[in-house]
């Protein structure tokens, strides 16, 4: 009550009306023995520049990708931001910019979106783009849901070489609709079309597919396509590796009707999990089902470009289960920083930074392959993420590699049963040589 601003006067008149006499009988229904009776154990207040210090000191025991080599990807990817990026999106204008309802003072955030969406667009080779994904789990959900309310049909059949945690964010999201959900397994690192073949039919309404998959591998897109089209299901591919699009031929270009995918890896850094941002790219043809902002260009009344929300049900905010989606919020700071991402790097820079990652994580791979009792589990093409075998337990390995500065990979076993011995790296641009040597050396002696 005191963190409110009223007297004690209004406080009494405010119990009086309620029938308590003190505000402890607010809290009568909590079990004494969880009430603290005795002061706090807190230490002795410090000076700024005392607090300061003590902050430093503590934070200095974290093992962050500045000071630490870092081989771990599994969703979140440690590149480079270039200067230009933070310095953007740190304008006042930018970061305190609200909703765009008002597209009369909101050029600026508008435009920044619409350029979002038209990078996302030639990335994925799709016709049109949202803004207002959460995530790339939650991207991938909708997404699901988009193309149920699409074809009608009331199963999704997912792939278990998706991201573990994006397959139980669909679950959660396919159990409130009503929908079935079917996993099919792999095979050699890549979805098994054997299996897909099997389990989709005609009263599946789409397959969920990851490109590169969770293993890191290259899904064969063009197969996945045949499958789920021939049995009259959409074909949703997800991106979490998005940097991938600077090599791999674009989803919408390998049959994909709808394209999901998490921008962190353009522009944003990986903060301890969050935020990042999700987005949905598809077809033309399923522009009304798009759930969540559109940012479309057009002229005013004096012949001006400018820029307006449109083809946004406003009402979909209050119409709980029928509406279209119930987003109603908008990643722009993220997106921003992606936008600026992208054009500083232009189509140049992206290809070679893709170039660069395919290519050091290949020369991580053949390293760890000399080593003996290390092995590549799987065969087929990778881009910047693979799954090794170990000889010892891989949690064991990453308390020493964190012993020695370097943040070691993600063990399989979490999620994968079967694959209790595998361990998931990742190499980016952020790797140097060096390192990677370094990191060679430091599993020579673990391994003996």
């Known amino acids: ?69 870092c081989f771990l990807g599994a969703g979140a990817y440690n590149h480079f931001i270039p200067s230009i990026v933070p310095y953007l999106t740190g304008r006042s ?17 508008l435009q920044a979106i619409y350029e979002f969406q038209t990078f996302i667009c030639q990335l994925t080779g799709m016709d049109l783009a949202n803004a207002s994904m959460y995530d790339g789990a939650s991207a991938l959900a909708e997404a ?9 049909k009331r199963e999704i059949v997912i792939s278990s070489t998706i991201h573990p945690e994006y397959r139980e964010v669909v679950r959660t999201y396919a159990e409130a609709h009503g929908l079935d959900v079917k996993e099919v397994g792999w095979q050699n690192g890549a979805t098994s079309a054997e299996e897909l073949t099997k389990v989709v039919s005609a009263s599946t309404a789409v ?13 064969d897109l063009y197969e996945m396509d045949r499958i789920a089209h021939e049995r009259g299901a959409l074909l949703v591919a997800c991106v979490v590796e998005p940097t991938s699009l600077g090599l791999l031929k674009p989803p919408g270009e390998c ?90 790097l232009g189509k140049g820079g992206f290809t070679k930074l893709s ?17 003996k009792g290390y092995e590549p589990i799987f065969s087929k093409p990778f881009y910047n993420e ?21 943040i070691g990979g993600f063990p399989m076993r979490k999620y994968y049963g079967g694959l209790e011995d595998g361990w998931l790296l990742c190499a980016t641009e952020r790797n140097t040589k060096s390192g990677m040597d370094r990191f060679i050396e430091v599993l020579r002696e673990v391994a003996k």
């Not at 305190?96 to 600026?108: D, K, R, V």
């Open 1 to 69: 009550m005191r963190f409110i601003v009223n007297t004690r006067k209004e406080q009494q008149e405010m119990m009086d009306s309620i029938g308590i006499g003190s505000i402890d009988d607010l809290f009568k229904d909590i079990d004494e023995k969880m009430i603290l009776r005795r002061s706090l154990m807190l230490r002795p207040s410090l000076s700024e520049q005392e607090l300061v210090g003590e902050l430093t000191k503590i934070s200095s025991k974290n093992a962050d990708v500045n000071s630490c080599e």
């Open 93 to 109: 204008e930018f970061y305190t910019a609200y909703t765009p309802y008002q597209p009369e003072i909101s050029q600026g955030i």
């Open 144 to 152: 699901a849901i988009m193309a149920s309310n699409v074809s009608k």
């Open 207 to 219: 397959v969920l597919v990851q490109n590169p998959n969770f293993f890191g591998i290259v899904e």
């Open 255 to 344: 049959g994909a009707d709808i394209v999901a995918g998490e921008g962190q890896s353009l522009g944003n850094s990986i903060s301890f999990g969050g935020p990042h941002l999700g987005f949905i790219a598809a077809k033309q043809t399923f522009l009304h089902k798009m759930p969540g902002r559109l940012v479309g260009m057009t002229k005013d009344t004096k012949d001006r470009r400018c820029f307006i929300m449109t083809l946004q049900a406003r009402e979909q905010h209050v119409r709980r289960e029928k509406a279209t989606s119930n987003l109603c919020t908008n990643q722009a700071l993220n997106a921003l920083a992606s936008t600026v991402y992208l054009a500083a």
């Open 355 to 371: 170039a660069l990652n395919a290519q050091k994580a290949r020369y991580l791979r053949s390293r760890i392959s000399e080593l």
């Open 386 to 406: 693979f799954v090794i075998k170990c000889p010892i337990d891989p949690v064991k390995i990453n308390v020493r590699l964190e012993e020695n500065g370097i």
